[in-house]
């Protein structure tokens, strides 16, 4: 997961914040979706836009037939007078969580398919959001994860966590618990995803050759490399590859006023 930059009430679809303005009370997503599609469409297109067209959990490319909006805060949190449903600032762009992939399920779901698996079985509780890491709260200048190439699991950077054991005021659990916890949560080393990063992996030992073949250090080619992935806005499995690339990522993203 990667730092998504915080967004402000303004930048919201036009569509949108029309439909916002004349509809102060609504809370049914569902009458939303329904009685304002181009609205939907826009939250859409906008929200994947600003995330590089990838997942804001697991950082897959998600093609446009398959991406659906998740609420950080969730929705059904109809009790509190600010509408959580209708919050721009609330939303974020994933993935189907493997619902239609060829892994067994739920083993393999992740992200919010998983989330919702473990709150219908009775595992978590619906108001989970101060348990899991949110995008938008996510440090930009250093990696909270680290990344093992040979079984493709995340897991927390402990010595980074350490070093910001709170992201916001009012954070209940440590960021390093956090972390752990949101790896938990959201399923993000199920089979499917660790085998996806190992193909990054893959990625990486094969560029390494040719380049070899090209008589180029690794350095080299390695910085080569950073230049090549982290150009383009963004590259699937993002915190993989950063993980990957270790200072020759940090060194790019740096000089490239990164910001998430
Ligand atoms: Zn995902």
């Given amino acids: 997961m ?8 303004l930048t919201e679809p036009l569509s949108f914040r029309n439909y916002r303005l004349a509809n102060t009370s609504e809370r049914n997503w569902d009458s939303f979706r329904n009685s304002a599609p ?3 469409n826009d939250l859409k297109r906008q929200l994947f836009q600003e995330q590089g067209e990838i997942c804001a959990y697991c950082e897959e490319h998600v093609p446009g037939n398959r991406r659906r909006i998740e609420h950080f805060h969730p929705k059904s949190d109809t009790a509190s007078s600010h509408n959580w449903t209708l919050d721009w600032c609330n939303m974020l762009g994933v993935c189907m969580g493997g619902e239609y992939e060829a892994y067994s399920r739920p083993a393999n779901l992740s992200c ?4 919702n698996h473990l709150i219908i079985t009775g595992q978590l509780s619906e108001q989970c959001d101060h ?9 930009s200048s250093e990696n909270l994860f680290c990344f093992n190439p040979v079984t493709g699991e995340i897991t927390p950077n402990e010595a980074v966590c350490n070093g910001n054991p709170t992201l916001i005021s009012g954070q209940t659990k440590t960021t390093l618990d956090l972390v752990r916890d ?6 993000l ?3 499917r995803l660790k085998d996806k990063r190992k193909k990054i992996h893959q990625e990486l030992q094969r560029w390494l050759r040719t380049q070899r073949q090209k008589h ?7 910085r080569e490399l950073a230049k090549r992935w982290f150009s ?3 590259p699937s499995f993002f915190t993989t590859r950063r993980c990957l690339l270790a200072n020759y990522a940090e060194e790019f993203l740096r000089n490239s006023n990164y910001n998430g």
Avoid: E
């Fill in 38 to 40: 181009q609205a939907y």
């Fill in 2 to 9: 990667k730092k998504i930059p915080s967004k402000k009430m």
């Fill in 182 to 187: 949101t790896i938990c949560f959201l399923n």
């Fill in 131 to 139: 348990d899991l890491l949110n995008p938008y709260n996510i440090v």
């Fill in 189 to 191: 080393n199920c089979a």
């Fill in 112 to 115: 919010d398919s998983y989330k």
């Fill in 232 to 234: 383009q806005r963004w």
């Fill in 216 to 222: 180029r250090s690794a350095s080299q080619a390695k």
